[in-house]
T-cell receptor
């Protein structure tokens, strides 16, 4: 079974600064997807960024980028120019590329990000 | 376009009772997923429905069940509620199993 670990329960950053959230995972599969989701106090899970394991290029979405290290099974999220609206719980998630198990997301424990003005 | 809608938003039940949670997916999405987010336990996969059929199930007891209707909306039923069932229940939908999810805002269930 796959596992996802986020070793930082809480992080804080100053507005306009850069912060990196860590995520490691364990899998025996070679093809899979990795995600970062954001959960603000409104409770809705919002997709921040997605990475396909077969792609060597790191995904980027505006101020959000990832550092995907497949051999190390590491998938960190970098938030540049942090804004107050970035404050939320961030979850790293894994999904298999196989249909039977690929329907489900396996989540890490989450990292609570605080942005200080 | 309306997002994934869940009802009710909050619910308080007594131990031993039964509860039904509802989810309406985004129009055109045929897959519906249920997750439990309990305090201290993170998000746990409960159920996946696609085209009216249960396709996959997480490690939960049989008193957690559900169904998907012809219009692709879904219900999650929990029988014989226990205190540890208190959690946020999130529903998500997607076009197909290998497409991205869109989550609803969840139903907060409190069992007393």
């Amino acid at each position: 079974a796959q596992t996802v670990t986020q070793s930082q329960p809480e992080m804080s950053v100053q507005e306009a600064e850069t912060v990196t959230l860590s995520c490691t995972y364990d899998t025996s599969e070679s093809d899979y997807y990795l995600f970062w989701y954001k959960q603000p106090p409104s409770r809705q899970m919002i997709l921040v960024i997605r990475q396909e394991a077969y792609k060597q290029q790191n995904a980027t979405e505006n101020r959000f980028s990832v550092n995907f290290q497949k051999a190390a099974k590491s998938f960190s999220l970098k938030i540049s120019d942090s804004q107050l609206g970035d404050a939320a719980m961030y979850f790293c998630a894994y999904r298999s590329a196989q249909e039977t198990s690929g329907s489900r997301l396996t989540f890490g424990e989450g990292t609570q990000l605080t942005v200080n003005p | 376009e309306a997002g994934v809608t869940q009802s009710p938003t909050h619910l308080i039940k007594t131990r031993g009772q039964q509860v039904t949670l509802r989810c309406s997916p985004i129009s055109g999405h045929t897959s519906v997923y249920w997750y439990q987010q309990a305090l201290g336990l993170g998000l746990q996969f409960l159920l996946w429905y696609d085209e009216g059929e249960e396709r996959n199930r997480g490690n939960f007891p049989p008193r957690f069940s559900g169904r998907q209707f012809p219009n692709y909306s879904s219900e999650l039923n929990v029988n014989a509620l226990e205190l540890e069932d208190s959690a946020l229940y999130l529903c998500a939908s997607s076009l197909a199993w290998n497409y991205g999810y869109t989550f609803g805002s969840g139903t907060r269930l409190t069992v007393v």
